[in-house]
Structure formats: structure tokens, C-alpha cells
Nanobody
Framework: VQLQASGGGSVQAGDSLRLSCAVF????????LGWFRQTPEFERDFVAG??????????NYADSVKGRFTVSVDNARKTVYLQLNSLKADDTAVYFC????????????????WGQGTQVTVSS
């Protein structure tokens, strides 16, 4: 299984970015995919996630990003997106995507496969 995260960049506060996580080598619409972020000072924190449940999906968000970040899916491209709106300086981090075979979980050890990370830098 390989995950390829992309879409990071350097922006101003209030701007938007869209991160992508392309999934290779596994059944796409099963289990869960989570987005995490990490800074040098802190552990890897849960940002948002999506779980495939039956024929539908469930999304979850950290309180700090609710109303600003949105997870979406393109099944044809086997890609999960994280739309980042109204960015703040505190959102600066390396963003990772990861998959597991269960449901969205905020704990990194619950995830089996990780992408390489993409840097998001927000200037105030």
C-alpha cells in the first residue's frame, strides 16, 4: 500500500489549500483514511478522517478545524482530499494521510500505512 500526499504550500492567513492523498495498492473504499499534522514541538495530531461504512461514508474532524476543513473523496481517482479554508498560522505543520482497516481513529498507532507528508506554511 502506498499513499501519496500532495498539495501543500506557503500561503497567507485566510487563504485556502487543497491537499490530496492518492491511494495505491488497496481496496479504496474500505476502512478509513485519516489526516494528521505534525510540528517539531508537538506529536502527530488528528485533523480529519473519513470511514467507508456500507455504501456511505462518515467524516470526523478535530474541534480546531471544524467548519474550516472538509474531507472529500474521488473514488474514480482513488484520492481523498482535505480542503483547508480560512487558514491560520497555527495550521502550519506537515500534513500526513494514513489508512487503516477499521474506522476513523484519532490515534496514530491505529493506522497501518502512512504517506510521506506535505508541508503547509501559513504566514500571519
Amino acid at each position: 500500500v502506498q499513499l501519496q500526499a500532495s498539495g501543500g504550500g506557503s500561503v497567507q492567513a485566510g487563504d485556502s489549500l487543497r491537499l490530496s492523498c492518492a491511494v495505491f495498492g488497496r481496496t479504496f473504499s474500505s476502512g478509513a483514511l485519516g489526516w494528521f499534522r505534525q510540528t517539531p514541538e508537538f506529536e502527530r495530531d488528528f485533523v480529519a478522517g473519513i470511514s467507508w461504512i456500507g455504501s456511505g461514508t462518515i467524516t470526523n474532524y478535530a474541534d480546531s478545524v471544524k467548519g474550516r476543513f472538509t474531507v472529500s473523496v474521488d473514488n474514480a481517482r482513488k484520492t481523498v482530499y482535505l480542503q483547508l479554508n480560512s487558514l491560520k498560522a497555527d495550521d502550519t505543520a506537515v500534513y500526513f494521510c494514513a489508512t487503516n482497516t477499521g474506522r476513523t481513529d484519532s490515534h496514530p498507532p491505529s493506522y497501518d500505512n502512512w504517506g510521506q507528508g506535505t508541508q503547509v506554511t501559513v504566514s500571519s
